[in-house]
């Protein structure tokens, strides 16, 4: 069993470890030789329709819905075209709003997720085309859907998702960039620039991956809690969402992510003394409404750990009680990196709470049923 986990106690800490091989995987053969352009030859999508496309809608469950959240603001951003992201348990009873020219992305680790198939086959029976992002080739979802876009994250055994999300959002920025080429939403030179940010995150995440100690001591800290919150604004927002589902999947603290600005319409009521905070504090743009924000829960006595980057640490401990700085990259590509002291976060203090890391209770890998 040891020498499948490559010398790993668990498989979730050995898929934590594959995301540079993933993020490269995922990207080979989908940069052109330049390095400076997308390509996406798997696609059949044509630049006709590509042209013609008047809106999005992102559908999955879980972490891959999570994944969806960066990829709207991926596609929002750099193409311009309206985005909506929906739970697929969800998006069948709301009408949606379906024409020839919807391009439904679903997004799914395995391919099989019962309420993801579903949603997808009504959206195709409305007309729209079916592009799926998924980890598996011969799935269900890959089979059903009009294109494919096969992440390589390789095969994903712990319930906790985590190399597959990675490679999702790895999936999106390709995918935003491409319909930003075709429909000439960027200039040549802001997609180089982009591309080549991407090419260097493997080794960003392994210069994070070399460093665990200080998020696992924190891990052990929040271990003996039982309720904590998350909270960010934008991408940072996106990024708490998987953070928190993530602790709560296998540690089994309850936990909230929160839109930092909306923390004071209600949920600011449940900061007391001592309780943890992890601020995301990574998207410079909101920096400083998101620090008014951390200034808020740090006046009612939270235990705030902030993750930024390090040019931020010497003004955020003035309002925290320790900072996590991470490799910088592009505001959009952020969470490509952010996500992971989260995912050892998780992990160390599952492990610290003595829970069965790889199979939590109550869980399962694929869920085929609605
Ligand atoms: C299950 C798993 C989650 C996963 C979700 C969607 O609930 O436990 O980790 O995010 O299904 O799975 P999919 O295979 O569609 O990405």
Do not use: W
Not at 179 to 194: C, K, N, S, W
Request: aromatic letters at 6%.
């Amino acid at each position: 069993v040891t020498a499948e986990k490559g010398g790993f106690e668990h498989f979730m800490l050995k898929e934590i470890h594959e995301q540079p091989k993933a993020y490269r995987d995922t990207m080979r053969g989908r940069i052109d030789e330049s390095g400076k352009k997308v390509v996406l030859p798997e696609l059949k999508l044509t630049a006709d329709q590509i042209k013609n496309i008047r809106n999005i809608q992102i559908i999955a469950c879980g972490t891959a819905y999570h994944a969806g959240l960066v990829g709207r603001s991926a596609i929002e951003s750099l193409v311009r075209i309206p985005v909506e992201t929906d739970v697929a348990s969800e998006y069948r009873y709301r009408s949606p709003i379906v024409t020839p020219e919807t391009l439904v992305i679903v997004v799914s680790q395995s391919g099989e997720t019962a309420d993801t198939l579903a949603a997808m086959r009504e959206a195709k029976a409305n007309g729209a085309h079916v592009l799926a992002i998924t980890n598996v080739v011969g799935s269900s979802i890959a089979r059903d859907a009009d294109d494919v876009i096969v992440t390589l994250a390789g095969p994903e055994i712990a319930v906790a998702s985590t190399k597959a999300y990675t490679s999702q959002l790895i999936a999106f920025y390709l995918l935003a960039l491409y319909l930003a080429e075709v429909r000439g939403t960027q200039t040549p030179e802001a997609v180089a620039q982009i591309v080549a940010a991407m090419q260097a995150l493997p080794e960003q995440v392994e210069s994070m991956l070399a460093k665990p100690d200080a998020i696992k001591a924190y891990a052990e800290h929040i271990s003996k809690h039982e309720h904590l919150f998350f909270i960010g604004r934008g991408l940072d927002y996106a990024v708490a969402q998987e953070g928190s589902l993530k602790l709560k999947e296998i540690s089994y603290i309850h936990s909230e992510a929160y839109a930092a600005g909306e923390l004071k319409h209600g949920t600011l009521a449940l900061i007391e003394e001592g309780i943890p905070v992890i601020a995301l504090a990574t998207q410079e743009a909101v920096l400083e409404k998101t620090v008014s924000n951390i200034k808020e829960v740090n006046a009612r006595g939270a235990d705030i750990m902030a993750i930024t980057h390090e040019e931020n640490v010497a003004g955020l401990l003035k309002s925290v009680d320790q900072a996590f700085a991470i490799p910088k990259t592009l505001p959009l590509l952020t969470p490509a990196l952010s996500v992971v002291p989260l995912q050892l976060l998780s992990y160390y203090a599952s492990l610290a709470r003595g829970n069965d890391v790889d199979k939590p209770r109550n869980l399962a890998k694929s869920v085929t049923v609605e």
